[in-house]
């Protein structure tokens, strides 16, 4: 991942990406290894709170895993930690 040129590649090949989901990818890569809640992802991503029922995060989760991890079914880098949120590891 290339900050400065908004690049991401993946075994050699460059990868597409909104620019919320480089922006959410780069918000994992800079916590990487830490528990983020999809309140502070809401927060630091799309600058507002949370809705108690939103999926907004949920969903561009789903779509970096669709394009970035070898098997999205099991992924391996962004991973959902039952009640807490996401982790993003390497």
Request: glycine content about 6%; some cysteine.
């Amino acid at each position: 991942m290339d900050f400065r040129s908004a690049e991401v590649e993946r075994a050699g090949r460059a990868v597409e990406l909104s620019a919320k989901e480089f922006a959410l990818l780069r918000c994992f890569v800079e916590h990487r290894g830490v528990v983020l809640s999809r309140d502070q992802l809401l927060n630091q991503v799309w600058g507002y709170d949370a809705m108690p029922l939103t999926r907004t995060v949920d969903v561009h989760v789903a779509g970096l895993r669709q394009k970035l991890e070898p098997d999205p079914h099991h992924p391996r880098f962004l991973l959902t930690v039952h009640g807490m949120g996401y982790k993003f590891v390497v």
